[in-house]
Nanobody, 125 residues
Framework: QVQLLESGGGLGHPGASLRISCVAS????????LGWFRQASGRVREGVAS????????YYADSVKGRFTVSRDNAKNTVYLQMNSLKPEDTAVYYC??????????????????WGNGTLVTVSS
């Protein structure tokens, strides 16, 4: 049984940093692409960042490029999202997801095989 468990969400001030984590069980990171989506209240779920576990190739939405960094530790079956220079518009529930590596650049919800339950990130002063 595959499980993705997120942690590390919370409240951050504008300009601050937060890191969220996702521990995967029941699947091997080497054969998957993993990454993050987010969904703000009243908005559609959007891809944020993805990483191909086999070679570490990473891709980002334009809205977070230069501020967010996705990384993975295959030995720990864990994917991270380091979020710097947070903005109020980053407020959302962040979901960890896993899918076929072929879709690492086409990071859309309908390409994903597995989802976590989400962790809330709130950016507010």
């Amino acid at each position: 049984q595959v499980q993705l468990l997120e942690s590390g969400g919370g409240l951050g001030h504008p300009g601050a940093s937060l890191r969220i984590s996702c521990v995967a069980s029941g699947l091997t990171l080497d054969y998957n692409a993993l990454g993050w989506f987010r969904q703000a209240s009243g908005r559609v779920r959007e891809g944020v960042a993805s990483i191909k576990s086999s070679d570490g190739s990473a891709y980002y939405a334009d809205s977070v490029k230069g501020r967010f960094t996705v990384s993975r530790d295959n030995a720990k079956n864990t994917v991270y999202l380091q979020m710097n220079s947070l903005k109020p518009e980053d407020t959302a529930v962040y979901y960890c997801a896993a899918g076929n590596p072929a879709y690492v650049r086409d990071w859309f919800p309908w390409h994903m095989n597995y989802w976590g339950n989400g962790t809330l990130v709130t950016v507010s002063s």
